[in-house]
């Protein structure tokens, strides 16, 4: 991987990390913690917001890839073993954001009755992208946050007349167990503190980067919450059944009538934001799979994309029942990736510098 | 082969030997105490009154020189040096000089005599600028240089002379401010056009290729101009100029895309004018190539984005036409670019009436036979004059729309959102020299931003772009408040 800036770690937070919570993400939160899904998503990224800090922290202690520091501390061997089971993680967690992906984009770019080929062509974009190196992925983001910046406070804009922001009280409707399920299944949206862990060593730490990047999570965050809120307000009860929410809020607008549906090209532009960090987990994926296959990145790079594509062509009819055994089935496998190996690395590596 | 030797008449042989052609002239004389010389020149691209004056008249006046250094003396002609290999010299009469060869100097004299026929220094046709200066490029390499050392009267102004082309022995000079250019990015200039080995230079463009990393690729890798101020205002930027001889268009590297949005006379009208033109640019740029495949998108799976009122005019509009959206548009797009083609080469007189014959009959009566929608007919006329306005990427532009077109005709918005971010993928990757295409926005080099899209007041602008990698980053000194 080549080198990443601070200020693209900080935009991937500020810009590409909310969209992949755009779309099924509220409802699935709304399902489980009703009104009280703020505090669900927040203790999600608390969690997470807790992996960044220590990665950061990592970084400013050592300017070493994972790789290097996993050698160094356990060996070769265990180094491949851990990004060989990384690789797998981020294979996952591509899976259903890109289901996801698949659904918002059939059941809302399209008018008519289309199918899975619509979608296909998006393999071959995250193949080319994975075959690119992390500079790319970083000017990506670079990219990502002007049109970020531009469509989603629009859409919010637009759903604000609609929202009844009293929805979401009293505060103390839902008891705190199922809030913190709601977080726990709901960790396989939380994939981005695990991403930045792969970043270490390919980005120069300079001073303040760690707040810098943690203001940036801290602004991605914010961005999350201000969507749920808006979606709850606006849909209240019957928001478990929105999905494609990102989709959903702003379609009430009254100019509508005069201007046509100019929503959707906002929501365009975030569809554009949203296939770059589709690709994301996909090329941390290959990453992963060639420092433990060691490889060019040509191969791993199709045959990630192809399985993918098989899976989608397979799970076609299945997204359902992919989500419940993502989310009610494997969250504690995902809640072990995002939240306690990075953080136990990260530990690890400092207490390690530390003793002499 | 052998070096030239004494004999006058041995040496005119060996490089007679070598300029078989008959437009080789030798031209034979005698000093005042009888030594043979002789000066061989091309014809028609030797000054022959030059030829008589600075050289066989100070000659035959005066007794034969007995050294190369005496006969350079001797001879009046300011541009002088010696060769001694008979290829050289041959090389040398090729590009227009006069070889003097002097009986007991185992040398020839290079004389610079050489006389061609240029067109005037006028103002560039795709240049054109409403304020500002006029002069532009001509296709004589040395003209071009004094036109940009008039502007650059620096003794840090460097030009590094090469010759490429095996047959043509085209003569490029490599231009750049010492100290400000990057080092590297000259040697890798310098590097590649040595390495070049092609039969001919017709063309600046030829070189371009040369000095490109992805020469298939559809956006260029090297920036254009013909005119001399700008060329001397971006190598003040940092970046290297290469002029080819017999091309009137120089080339600038590395070259950034946004540079193709900023034209010469932003520099001199108001910041907030200039930004204006820039943006509007850009849109006519991002129009060009979307608005025919948004109209088939929309047409084709989302209606809805379209205001009630304008959906019933185009859908009243587009009854009874036998096409596809998609292939409605595209075949439209496709006469658009036979029209341009043509009109380029046509005659000035036929041009009128092939434009009335596009433009009126053709696209009227096509409306009115039901074969086409005139909406179709707005869209592509909006898109096609939309691109003129960053004349430039025309040729980028015209493949991306179409590409766009079956995109959006195929797959729809979601096609060409992909399509979108696939370009966005490919240009952040590219870039020459060090420098990424897309700067300054990807990646974001803040600095830069002051002239980019958005043009900044010049006292704003004290620094030249830091994308360049100057050594000498000033350009503007501390100004009294």
Redesign the interface.
């Known amino acids: 991987m080549e080198k990443l800036k601070v200020r693209q770690i900080c935009f991937y937070f500020m810009a590409m990390m909310p969209v992949a919570k755009l779309l099924v993400y509220p409802a699935a939160l709304a399902f489980r913690a009703k009104n009280c899904l703020l505090f669900s998503s927040l203790l999600n990224s608390l969690l997470e917001g807790a992996v960044v800090a220590l990665v950061m922290l990592l970084a400013k202690k050592t300017g070493k890839p994972l790789f290097v520091l996993l050698e160094q501390r356990a060996g070769k061997l265990w180094a491949k073993i851990a990004y060989g089971a990384f690789a797998l993680y981020f294979f996952a967690s591509a899976l259903l954001p890109l289901l996801e992906q698949k659904n918002f984009v059939l059941q809302v770019l399209y008018e008519n009755a289309s199918t899975l080929l619509s979608f296909a062509p998006f393999f071959l974009l995250s193949f080319y992208a994975c075959t690119k190196g992390a500079s790319s992925m970083g000017r990506i983001a670079d990219v990502a946050l002007p049109v970020f910046a531009l469509s989603f406070p629009v859409l919010i804009l637009l759903a604000l007349p609609h929202a009844d922001f009293a929805a979401l009280l009293p505060l103390s409707a839902v008891p705190a167990r199922e809030i913190a399920k709601g977080s726990l299944f709901s960790a396989n949206w939380y994939t981005d503190g695990a991403f930045l862990l792969f970043w270490l060593g390919h980005f120069e730490y300079e001073k303040g980067a760690a707040g810098k990047v943690l203001g940036a999570y801290a602004a991605g965050t914010f961005a999350v919450l201000l969507f749920l809120a808006v979606f709850y307000a606006v849909f209240a009860d019957i928001a478990l059944r929105q999905q494609n929410a990102v989709a959903q809020i702003a379609k009430y607008t009254t100019s509508f009538t005069s201007l046509g549906r100019v929503d959707y090209l906002f929501l365009f532009a975030l569809a554009l934001v949203m296939i770059f960090r589709m690709c994301i987990p996909v090329q941390m994926c290959v990453h992963c799979l060639r420092r433990t296959v060691g490889c060019k990145p040509l191969l791993p790079s199709a045959a990630v994309n192809l399985l993918l594509l098989a899976l989608t062509v397979f799970f076609n009819y299945s997204f359902l029942e992919v989500q419940t055994l993502f989310t009610q089935k494997l969250w504690s496998v995902f809640a072990l990736f995002a939240y306690l190996l990075p953080a136990a690395a990260a530990l690890l590596a400092l207490r390690r510098r530390r003793s002499p | 082969m052998n070096a030239l030797d004494r004999s006058c008449k041995e040496n005119e042989r060996r490089i007679k030997d070598i300029l078989t052609s008959e437009d080789i002239l030798v031209f034979r004389f005698q000093t005042a105490d009888g030594k043979a010389c002789a000066a061989i020149y091309a014809d028609g691209i030797t000054d022959k009154a030059l030829l008589g004056e600075q050289v066989a008249r100070p000659l035959s006046s005066q007794e034969a020189p007995a050294t190369a250094e005496e006969a350079a003396t001797a001879l009046r002609a300011p541009e002088c040096k010696q060769v001694t290999d008979p290829q050289k010299a041959a090389e040398e009469i090729l590009a227009g000089n006069t070889a003097v060869l002097i009986d007991g100097i185992p040398a020839a004299l290079i004389a610079g005599l050489k006389k061609m026929s240029t067109r005037a220094i006028m103002e560039p046709p795709g240049s054109v600028a409403v304020k500002g200066p006029r002069e532009g490029f001509i296709e004589d390499v040395k003209t071009n240089m004094s036109l940009v050392r008039n502007r650059l009267r620096t003794p840090k102004l460097q030009f590094k002379m090469l010759t490429a082309g095996r047959q043509s022995r085209t003569a490029v000079a490599v231009g750049y401010l010492e100290g400000i250019a990057d080092e590297k990015t000259v040697k890798s200039i310098l590097g590649r056009i040595a390495a070049i080995d092609i039969d001919g230079i017709p063309d600046s463009s030829y070189v371009a290729k040369f000095l490109s990393r992805r020469p298939a690729s559809l956006f260029r890798s090297a920036g254009t101009t013909e005119k001399p101020d700008v060329l001397a205002a971006r190598m003040l930027e940092g970046r290297v100029a290469v002029l080819v001889d017999g091309s009137p268009i120089a080339l600038t590297l590395p070259y950034l895309l946004v540079e193709d949005l900023q034209g010469a006379q932003d520099y001199f009208a108001s910041p907030l004018r200039a930004t204006l033109s820039r943006v509007l640019r850009f849109c006519g740029v991002l129009l060009s190539v979307l608005l025919p495949a948004f109209y088939v998108a929309a047409q084709?799976?989302?209606?809805?984005?379209?205001?009630?009122?304008?959906?019933l005019t185009i859908s009243g509009n587009v009854q009874g036409i036998p096409l596809s959206p998609g292939l409605e548009l595209f075949f439209l797009l496709l006469v658009l670019e036979i029209l341009v083609e043509a009109s380029v080469r046509m005659p000035k007189y036929v041009a009128l009436a092939l434009s009335v014959i596009g433009a009126l009959i053709l696209g009227d009566t096509a409306v009115k036979a039901g074969l086409v929608s005139s909406s179709a007919i707005i869209i592509m006329a909006i898109s096609g004059i939309a691109a003129y306005t960053v004349p430039d990427l025309v040729g980028t532009t015209s493949v991306l729309r179409i590409v766009f077109v079956v995109a959006a005709g195929s797959?729809?918005?979601?096609?060409?959102?992909?399509l979108?971010?696939?370009l966005?993928?490919?240009l952040?990757?590219a870039g020459d020299y060090g420098v990424?295409l897309?700067a300054p926005?990807?990646?974001?080099v803040g600095r830069d931003l002051k002239d980019s899209l958005f043009k900044a007041p010049l006292g704003d602008l004290g620094k030249r772009p830091a994308v360049f990698h100057t050594k000498n980053e000033t350009r503007l000194g501390k100004r009294e408040k």
């Open positions: 084709l799976f989302k209606l809805q984005i379209l205001p009630l009122s304008f959906l797959i729809g918005t979601f096609g060409v959102t992909l979108i971010a696939l966005l993928y490919y952040t990757a990424p897309l926005f990807a990646p974001l």
